[in-house]
């Protein structure tokens, strides 16, 4: 006999209010009967007459191939509890279909939301943000290889002012690049369809990956009767919710205030914000996207810009901002560790942050080096200031230009075997750059301290000119 599993019914609640959704009191369990080779007992457990949760949202940031990024936000219908079935493995090489059952009967939670996106990115940015919103939680790996995530996609096409056409479903979608690819596909075969004057199917379809192409599986053409009937085996689930005057009932009661409280911090999208990021503040659309998926840090960069420039970014600014946003990034790398990136702004202060930026912004320290310095500050706990590791670590890049320019002199003169390479792929300026490279860095070396690139190639290519031969005339 089949029982559920409490932890299941918990992460199912706390997506539900992360996705501000309607949790229902009560909600049953229902029988669905079909026959398929990965559901060996004939009928699944699902929630079919009164789900867990409904009426949800969620928004989300949309980076179109070619365009302006902008806010979506789509409408969660319902979020119910089921058990999984089994994994059908198709062999085209032994023309054979194998059925792993190791995850059967485990729990699932299956979210649908309305038809309410418009594009092939809107539905990969919608997946993408909700499975960082449930790592966030902690719910579920998201390991889309692993199975961990799955995403059917429903689409069909009409034109402007009429009812949504017929809808085919995508099975068992993998990857956010598959999502996208098939329903790019899906979209391009009904149009086509439509306009030779012909009918849509209302059918399944399964995605090819190796040749980008969605093929038929089966028809929904007929009515099917799956036989829905209340699940004997499993009692009514009651959510209690204590801020209410709903008191648990036993200690294996979930209570609704208690999972709220573990709520953590979750991104907050509004296209103000974004509106912010990308025209106050300049940012790329890339980086005001990953900065808005972190709440924590984009509060924190905006309270540094904030209490650095006011209410008003000037124009000399934004350099700085934008590498206050680079350095704030770095922080979420993959080897920063998690408490480094759960408390980085006491780690991390708004002025010791704009410092460094500065630094990046004035091209006084390379971009490797700045990131190191963050990390020195925020991992290891170093207290000295950005400008005294720099110094300390020998890390400043020198701009004195006539300091620069008298060693790169004494270094072209020392070298004519890379001069004369020079002079020879002149008119190359792929091979060109070898010659170029091995001066700057010969320049550097005799410098005993990094030095601004572009001065130091502008003054061997200077040294070149005033130690070349002339022709006799």
């Not at 290889?145 to 056409?165: I, M, Q, T």
């Not at 991390?348 to 930026?357: G, I, K, R, V």
């Not at 004369?420 to 170029?436: G, I, M, V």
């Amino acid at each position: 006999m089949k029982v559920l599993n409490k932890a299941c019914v918990e992460a199912a609640v706390l997506t539900a209010l992360a996705l501000d959704a309607q949790i229902n009191p009560v909600s049953y369990f229902d029988r669905k009967h079909y026959f398929y080779p990965d559901m060996p007992a004939g009928y699944q457990i699902t929630q079919q007459r009164k789900p867990l949760a409904g009426h949800g949202q969620l928004s989300f940031v949309v980076i179109p191939p070619e365009g302006v990024p902008y806010v979506c936000k789509a409408q969660l219908v319902q979020l119910q509890l089921e058990e999984d079935s089994g994994k059908s493995i198709h062999s085209h090489m032994h023309n054979k279909v194998l059925v792993d059952l190791n995850r059967a009967g485990v729990g699932l939670m299956e979210l649908v939301f309305s038809p309410c996106l418009h594009s092939a990115a809107e539905a990969a940015a919608l997946v993408r943000h909700l499975a960082l919103v449930l790592r966030t939680l902690g719910v579920c790996t998201t390991n889309m290889n692993e199975g961990a995530l799955r995403v059917d996609a429903n689409l069909s096409v009409h034109k402007a002012g009429n009812p949504l056409g017929t809808r085919t479903e995508i099975k068992n979608l993998n990857s956010f690049r598959f999502l996208e690819q098939a329903i790019n596909h899906e979209l391009a075969r009904q149009i086509s369809i439509l306009d030779a004057g012909g009918n849509i199917v209302n059918e399944t379809r399964s995605f090819d990956p190796d040749t980008g192409t969605t093929a038929s599986m089966r028809d929904k053409e007929g009515l099917q009767d799956y036989r829905f009937l209340p699940e004997p085996n499993l009692p009514p689930l009651r959510i209690c919710d204590s801020s209410t005057g709903s008191a648990p009932s036993s200690h294996d009661c979930i209570d609704v205030t208690e999972l709220r409280r573990r709520l953590p911090l979750l991104p907050i999208i509004s296209q103000e914000t974004l509106n912010y990021l990308l025209h106050g503040c300049q940012l790329s659309a890339k980086d005001a996207s990953n900065l808005m998926l972190r709440r924590a840090t984009c509060d924190h960069l905006l309270a540094t810009v904030e209490d650095a420039c006011g209410a008003h970014v000037a124009a000399h600014d934004l350099s700085t901002v934008a590498a206050a946003a680079c350095l704030l990034l770095h922080c979420h790398s993959r080897d920063m560790p998690s408490s480094v990136q759960d408390d980085i702004k006491l780690r991390l202060p708004s002025p010791t942050l704009w410092s460094c930026a500065q630094l990046l912004k004035d091209n006084r320290v390379r971009l490797e080096n700045a990131k190191e310095i963050v990390a020195m500050i925020v991992r290891d706990g170093d207290a000295r200031s950005p400008q005294q590791i720099a110094e300390e670590e020998n890390w400043l890049v020198s701009s004195d230009v006539e300091m620069i320019e008298a060693v790169t002199l004494e270094i072209v003169r020392k070298n004519p075997e890379l001069v004369a390479t020079y002079l020879r792929r002149s008119n190359n300026p792929k091979k060109l750059r070898r010659p170029l490279v091995k001066l700057s860095k010969l320049t550097r070396e005799a410098l005993g301290q990094d030095a601004d690139e572009t001065i130091v190639e502008n003054s061997i290519r200077r040294a070149i000119q005033m130690t070349r031969p002339t022709d006799p005339e």
